[in-house]
């Protein structure tokens, strides 16, 4: 029994584990360098922006424009070279999706609206900008020569998206665990009703985490399009979805309260693994989609299996409560 | 004892507000539409946006009772209507139309069943589970037709379905029929007040002796025969049918449940509501089109719409006093 | 030998049919094909690049959705010494350098054929709408392209009312169209629909608005079977047959030609017909 | 009043919430080193006024004084600023982190953000260990049961060394021995010259600990008085504005066959062997400890969980019954502990939370009969005098007792055989509780049997016929109340002493 637990709590890492073993004996050539290597930049743009959305889903919130946001800083990126040259217009490119963010963040928090309804229509406003100043053409930057060094391989493993995705990673694992505020973003997502009467911010920890968000988005998209050299405003038009599943996949309750970075990270690469085994197989993209989702609602089961116990009062989760951030307790 | 006169009824007012606002807004985008465009206040065209709306406006009947339940959102409406439409075209050199009618809706309702299994009995996010059950869903609908369009073959269906009856397109009297029987389950039925009630508070609902578990399946059963219906009329009406024919109909369908002030924290809204959001957001809709609105500003209006929306209906529910 | 295709995707009714044609003709030629399908995702399909070369392929057919964004990866394969060919659409010129060759339609050629057959249809003027696919997507940025340029460079005396798009799906063509129809009423002299499917549901909105009245001129692409029959009947103009068939045998011959050590052209067209009242009895319709 | 002992001065405080005016014009003062306690009705205003204080409600209007000096209150952390802390009447706690960091919620130790979690952990084990608390600050608090939980949230606030703290109803899950354990605390508190206000229906507590007491009424300050000289008495009726003599009215019923019996029932989890049966006009007491299994045997045979041995019967007839709706049909009701929780639907109206159990008898062909709806919420909102007398109010806009008397009518319109009551007094102030007593009362002469759930040992001695007490999931046997005292069901309770 001890031992079942024990294997539950670690369920990614297992499912990960057999993947991979399982890969290993049927694919060949999966176990090297550059197939790990390519995989693991292949799933750094998931990754990234799981990273931001492991915060979001812990603080109880959902942010859906993300792959809009990609799309969009991607798109600022590339239309600014010319002026401010590859480098600074990068930057604007991150700071785009960090403003979308911030706008998402101060309607949630401001209008105190769902964040699932709120981001599905900044979703579909990023999108239709990205559209809109692009005039649905994509476009091309001006250097493709700094796109092949951007995909290059170092140390025989990393790409630079895909060293960023780890270090991201690991510094976020440290930041939910050992910070302060990393620890006030469970409180905000398990009770925020609860966290405000105890003197936190949640509404500025939301707020923070929508910035935060739209900011890996935004950089994800940066490098999607540096290593590319294109901005296209259909870019990560499907991505959020296979982001979720990452994030959940990964042990993160999507409910808020319960997550973890490296949960997170395990999620993306079981779905980058799976993905890169099956692709190795020629498996038909139907039936790609038929294993992840079977993966994912498996998993979820699992978790809801293990954690079924009497209700308490308390522990409703925040997510689908009445007053998603603080309206002052009631009757 | 005590004394009534402490309670006054200072939410009615906001109520009557936040009923009307809707009903203002249709009003106005009819009023600026009348006066912008020759061609908008005819019957013609209103016809052409009764027609456009039913077959999304089946899924929102729906999609209601999932919000009203506390289930969130169905993602699995593409799957869903994908099986609807390619089933009843498909199935009609075997079996003829009207039972491949059937069988599709009722396969439909099948997926609508998963879903409710895993939401209401297993007790899984209604995001994650019919995110999960329609990735699936539409693996098997790609897999078994193998992408190839699935083409009619049955004339006199399509015909029936694209007809007229009484000068009203057939597809938006089943509409109607659907939404008055939707509405009637909601606001009178003992289904409906058991779903306001498993929405508004899950545990007091089930120690109340209603039958959460079946009645929080039951609405994606409903979304799920809604979206089949919906599915299969899409299907005849264009005697074509591909896996992908339902994209983006979950959006819209709870764009305007939500417009429509319906909450999406469950125990509050109604069938009338959410059809008036949806009216609200294809007149607008017909409105730009008409005004040769360019395809990404009409997505930045009804994004910017939305956020309006519900951003009202938050701060009217907050001096309401909910 | 082993040859990585990156596909549009393996669920769709154009495409399904050239993979399936690809992969026959592969088994015949004894080569090994690694399918990989970006379902319609460009991102995903700059990625899949990355597979390939990872899987150490003889070969690569890649499917662009894009004009540029495969670059890095067609340059990886270079690095990898992978021939790489496209098929089904081009890349713009900075991505000539990294593959040997293209084959398949152009689908920029198919806008102008649309916009030379509606101009005889019309006669050289009149009002026309654009039913496009969807935006930002390769065939649509072509297919719109490709019309309005040869429009212009013949000099037609032929408006474009307006371009919305039904992304590809009929229903959403039939929603659009009826409110096109309403808007423009008698104005509207021909159509051009970046697919036949789009096609028809101008043509289903139509019916239901004048159910006497016939058709303006009609002009889709893809030659589908019920486009073949509405020619038939009149109710559209002209369609332009691009067969999925040959698209994807064409490709893998290319390949084939490719690994053997041959040189083969830059730019490999398959045959793209118009079809209007005058042929559609001889030509086969592709799908 | 600007002497230095003065801690707190509230003047003319106004709140108004849409459709009530939650407080009007109250002024209230509490020195430092004193226990200042407040009493009043259910929905008398009581809580509001201590939200108002904690900066969770802004005050319609009214000034709010801290140690002399004016200050104004917009959240929480304005008034955790100036050392006021609460403990809620509602549990407000967050259930996925540990019980250290609930303790240390908001301001926890650390350095440049970086937590210092050992330091936490000695300080939170240090401050549970002072309350009598055995609770590990390592478990997810979540996993607690809700008396922990409650003595967490006191820690909460005693670990912030508040310059005020109030306590809105701390003991209403607590043991005698917690609360014993809580008042050496605060009078320990008291010595060290922090104000306390103490919010309690529980009039003996309020007689033991306070030194200065103020009533509300309605939303208006009543009275402020020293304790000395003041009765229990004379605080209810200055709290209902008239005297109430029979705190427990007993009236004598004749006593019929049994109507429920369980026999050797276990949930495997919870509790082992329980045996007893409830007769028709009979109120059976089931008591004990808080945790004791009590509300989770009710659960059970109601359906609400799952028992995995034993044996239901009901009228002599055994009976499975695997869900709420299994028991309504058997004729079983339940009145749960948490009406916030499992009681009420607060956004629906209070006819419509009454008529939710047999809304399938009152429709037809799936239809509710709108008029037999009307007529039933009509019928018993008269019948126990619900305030305001209006069945189409938002029932989360009653005061706590009216919406107890909604739930009761819920189940009695359900025409049970059986009422399972899990302590239905329990935050109910004095008026009320007569009341249902009263109602309890009149069921159980009408030949209803009930089975009454309670930590209030005088109640339990008032009302019950018969007791059974309840020790770590085990039950003993159906005692007479005449062979009962208090002394007694502690020593039965505790296991002090063999039965
Ligand atoms: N958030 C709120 N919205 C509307 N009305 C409220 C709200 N909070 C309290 N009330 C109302 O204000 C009045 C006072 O309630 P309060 O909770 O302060 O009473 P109380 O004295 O603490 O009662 P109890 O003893 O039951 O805890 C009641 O009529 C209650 O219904
Ligand atoms: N939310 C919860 N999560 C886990 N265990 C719980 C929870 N609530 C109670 N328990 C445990 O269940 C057992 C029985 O609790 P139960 O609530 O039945 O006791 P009770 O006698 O009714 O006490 P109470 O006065 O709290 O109602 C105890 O061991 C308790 O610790
Ligand atoms: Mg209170
Ligand atoms: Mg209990």
Redesign the pocket.
């Known amino acids: 029994m001890r031992y079942v637990s024990l294997a539950l709590q670690y369920r990614v890492g297992i499912i990960l584990g057999l993947t991979l073993i399982v890969s290993a004996m049927l694919v060949p050539g999966y176990v090297s360098a550059t197939t790990l290597s390519l995989g693991l930049d292949r799933a750094a743009t998931i990754g990234l922006i799981a990273i931001g959305l492991t915060v979001l889903l812990i603080a109880g919130q959902i942010d859906l424009s993300a792959g809009s946001v990609f799309a969009l800083a991607g798109i600022v990126s590339i239309m600014l070279q010319p002026q401010l040259g590859i480098l600074p217009a990068a930057a604007a490119g991150v700071v785009v999706g960090m403003v979308a963010g911030a706008i998402n963040g101060a309607l949630v928090v401001g209008l105190k609206v769902h964040s699932l309804v709120l981001t599905l229509a900044t979703m579909l406003i990023f999108r239709s900008i990205a559209h809109w100043i692009t005039d649905s053409q994509p476009v091309t930057g001006t250097d493709i020569m700094f796109s092949l060094a951007l995909a290059q391989i170092y140390l025989d493993v990393f790409t630079v998206r895909s060293a960023l995705f780890v270090a991201f990673i690991l510094l976020l694992h440290f930041w939910l665990t050992r910070t302060i505020p990393g620890r006030n973003v469970f409180a905000v997502g398990s009770n925020a009703v609860a966290a405000e009467e105890s003197g936190i911010a949640s509404g500025r920890i939301l707020f923070f985490g929508f910035v935060f968000a739209g900011t890996l988005a935004g950089l994800a998209g940066v490098l999607q399009s540096l290593v590319t050299n294109t901005g296209s405003p259909v870019f990560g038009s499907t991505l959020i979805v296979t982001v979720i599943a990452a994030v959940v996949v990964g042990g993160t309750r999507i409910e808020g309260g319960k997550g973890s970075a490296l949960g997170t990270l395990g999620g993306v690469l079981t779905i980058g693994a799976l993905t890169v085994a099956m692709e190795f197989q020629s498996v038909p993209a139907y039936v790609q989609q038929v294993v992840s989702g079977f993966i994912l609602i498996l998993l979820v089961v699992l978790d809801r299996t293990v954690n079924t116990r009497r209700k308490a009062a308390a522990d409703r989760p925040a997510f689908v409560q009445g007053n998603p951030i603080k309206q002052?307790?009631?009757? | 004892m005590k004394s009534g006169d402490?309670?006054t009824r200072g939410s009615k007012a906001v109520e009557a507000l936040s009923k009307a606002g809707l009903l203002i807004a249709i009003l106005a985008v009819v009023l600026y539409g009348s006066i912008a465009n020759a061609a908008f206040f005819s019957t013609g065209n209103f016809l052409n946006v009764l027609t456009s709306m039913s077959i999304v406006g089946i899924v929102v009947v729906g999609m209601t009772f999932v919000l009203v339940v506390g289930g969130l959102a169905d993602l699995s409406v593409p799957a869903t209507i994908a099986c609807g439409a390619i089933l009843s075209l498909g199935l009609q050199p075997m079996i003829g139309p009207v039972p491949s009618f059937v069988v599709a809706v009722a396969l439909a309702g099948a997926i609508g069943l998963l879903n409710g299994m895993l939401v209401g009995y297993f007790g899984v996010n209604p995001i994650i589970a019919t995110l999960g059950v329609g990735t699936i869903g539409l693996g098997i609908v790609q897999a078994a037709v193998g992408g190839v369009i699935v083409y009619g073959t049955n004339p006199a269906s399509a015909e029936l379905v694209k007809g007229r009856l009484f000068g009203i397109p057939v597809v938006a009297l089943i509409f109607a029929a659907i939404a008055i029987v939707g509405h009637f389950v909601l606001s009178r039925s003992f289904w409906g007040r058991w779903t306001l009630a498993t929405g508004g508070n899950y545990s007091a609902a089930e120690a109340s002796a209603v039958p959460v578990r079946a009645v929080k399946a039951g609405a994606f059963v409903i979304t799920g025969l809604a979206a089949g219906i919906s599915g299969g009329l899409l299907g005849l009406t264009l005697q074509s049918a591909r896996p992908l024919v339902g994209t983006g109909y979950e959006f819209s369908a709870i764009t305007a449940v939500v417009v429509g002030g319906v909450s999406i924290i469950g125990g509050f809204g109604s069938v009338p509501r959410a059809i008036a959001g949806l009216v609200f957001v294809q007149l607008l809709t017909n409105v730009m089109v008409l005004e040769g609105v360019r395809t990404p500003v009409q997505g930045f209006v009804l994004g910017t719409l939305i956020v309006c929306a519900v951003g009202m209906d938050a701060a009217l529910r907050k001096r309401g006093?909910a | 030998k082993t040859v990585c295709y990156v596909n549009a995707a393996d669920s769709h009714a154009y495409a399904t049919p050239a993979n399936e044609a690809l992969q026959e003709r592969a088994k015949e030629l004894k080569i090994e094909i690694l399918s990989l399908s970006q379902d319609f995702d460009v991102q995903k399909g700059t990625e899949q690049l990355n597979t390939c070369v990872a899987r150490g392929v003889d070969g690569i057919i890649l499917w662009p959705l894009d004009p540029q964004a495969y670059i890095p990866g067609l340059a990886r394969a270079q690095q990898a010494e992978i021939p790489a060919i496209l098929i089904n659409s081009p890349m713009g010129e900075e991505a000539k350098p990294f593959v040997t060759s293209f084959t398949g339609p152009d689908v920029y050629e198919e806008g102008e054929m649309a916009a030379d057959a509606l101009n005889e249809a019309l006669g050289g003027e009149g009002s026309v709408v654009i039913i496009a696919g969807q935006a930002g997507n390769g065939t649509t940025i072509g297919r719109v392209g490709g019309f309005e340029d040869r429009l212009k460079e013949i000099s037609s005396g032929i408006e474009v009312l307006d371009t919305v798009n039904a992304d590809f799906d009929q229903q959403k063509a039939l929603v659009v169209s009826r409110d096109l129809i309403t808007r423009f009423g008698d104005d509207l002299d021909g159509v051009y629909a970046n697919d036949d499917t789009m096609a028809r549901g101008f043509i289903d909105a139509w019916k239901e608005a004048n159910p006497s009245k016939p058709t303006p001129p009609i002009v889709g692409i893809n030659g589908q079977k019920d486009a073949f029959e509405s020619i038939r009947t009149g109710e559209m103009h002209a369609t332009i047959v691009q067969s999925p068939v040959e698209d994807g045998r064409l490709a893998i011959e290319t390949m084939a030609r490719i690994l053997d050590g041959e040189e083969v052209k830059d730019r490999l067209p398959i045959p793209l017909t118009v079809v209007t009242k005058e042929n559609v009895e001889s030509v086969e319709p592709a799908f | 009043m600007t002497d230095a002992h003065c801690a707190l001065d509230m003047k003319g405080i106004t709140k108004t919430?849409?459709?009530?005016k939650?407080?009007s014009n109250v002024n209230f003062s509490v020195k430092f080193g004193s226990v200042h306690a407040v009493v009043?009705?259910?929905?008398?205003?009581?809580?509001?006024?201590m939200?108002v204080l904690n900066g969770s409600?802004p005050p319609t209007s009214g000034t709010i004084r801290v140690g002399g000096a004016e200050v104004r209150m917009r959240r929480p952390a304005d008034a955790q600023a100036l050392g006021v802390r609460m403990v809620h009447?509602e549990i407000n706690l967050v259930p996925d982190l540990s019980v250290a960091e609930n303790v240390y919620l908001g301001r926890m130790p650390g350095k440049w953000t970086l937590l210092r979690r050992r330091e936490m952990v000695a300080k939170a084990t240090a401050v549970l260990e002072e309350l009598g608390a055995a609770i590990n600050p390592r478990e997810r608090l979540g996993n607690l049961s809700i008396s922990q939980q409650q003595l967490v949230e006191i820690a909460k606030a005693y670990a912030a060394d508040p310059r005020i703290i109030v306590l809105?109803?701390p003991t209403s899950s607590l043991s005698e021995h917690e609360t014993a354990a809580l008042f050496s605390i605060l009078r320990k508190m008291r010595d060290d010259g922090i104000a306390i206000v103490y919010?309690s229906?529980r009039l003996k507590e309020v007689l033991q600990i306070a030194d200065e007491v103020t009533v509300?009424r309605d939303?208006s300050m009543i009275e402020t008085r020293p304790i000395q000289g003041i009765t229990a008495a004379e605080m209810i009726s200055l709290m209902v504005g008239r005297e109430v003599n029979n705190v427990f009215p007993k009236s004598p019923a004749a006593i019929g066959a049994p109507v429920l019996s369980v026999e050797n029932i276990s949930d495997g989890r919870h509790f082992r062997d329980v045996s007893f049966d409830v007769r028709a006009g009979e109120i059976l007491g089931l008591t004990g400890l808080v945790g004791a299994g009590r509300t989770e045997v009710a659960r059970a045979i109601f359906g609400l969980s799952q028992l995995t041995g034993g044996t239901v019967r009901l009228g002599g007839r055994k009976t499975a019954v695997r869900s709420p709706s299994d028991a309504v049909k058997a004729g079983i009701a339940y009145v749960p502990e948490d009406r916030k929780g499992d009681g009420i639907v607060p956004a629906m109206c209070v006819r419509e939370n009454i008529s939710l159990p047999i809304l399938r008898q009152l429709s037809r062909l799936g239809r509710i009969s709108h008029g037999a709806d009307r007529a039933l919420a009509g019928h018993y909102v008269s019948q126990f005098a619900i305030s305001p007398p209006d069945g189409e109010r938002r029932i989360?806009?009653?005061?706590?007792?009216n919406q107890q008397k909604a739930v009761i009518a819920k189940w009695l319109a359900a025409k049970p055989s059986v009422l399972i009551l899990d302590e239905p007094t329990r935050?109910?102030?004095v008026g009320a509780k007569a009341e249902i007593h009263n109602i309890i009362g009149q069921l159980v002469a009408e030949g209803m049997a009930v089975l009454m759930i309670s930590s209030e040992l005088p109640e339990v001695l008032g009302v019950c016929d018969r007791v059974v007490v309840m020790r770590d999931g085990h039950a003993s046997v159906p005692l007479d109340r005449k062979a009962l005292s208090e002394e007694r069901i502690m020593a039965l309770a505790t296991g002090e002493e063999v039965a």
Do not use: M
């Open positions: 002052g307790g009631s009757a | 402490r309670f006093g | 919430f849409p459709g009530v939650a407080l009043g009705e259910n929905g008398a205003g009581k809580s509001t006024l939200k409600y009447q809105d109803e919010i229906h509300l939303g989360n806009l009653l005061s706590g007792g935050g109910v102030d």
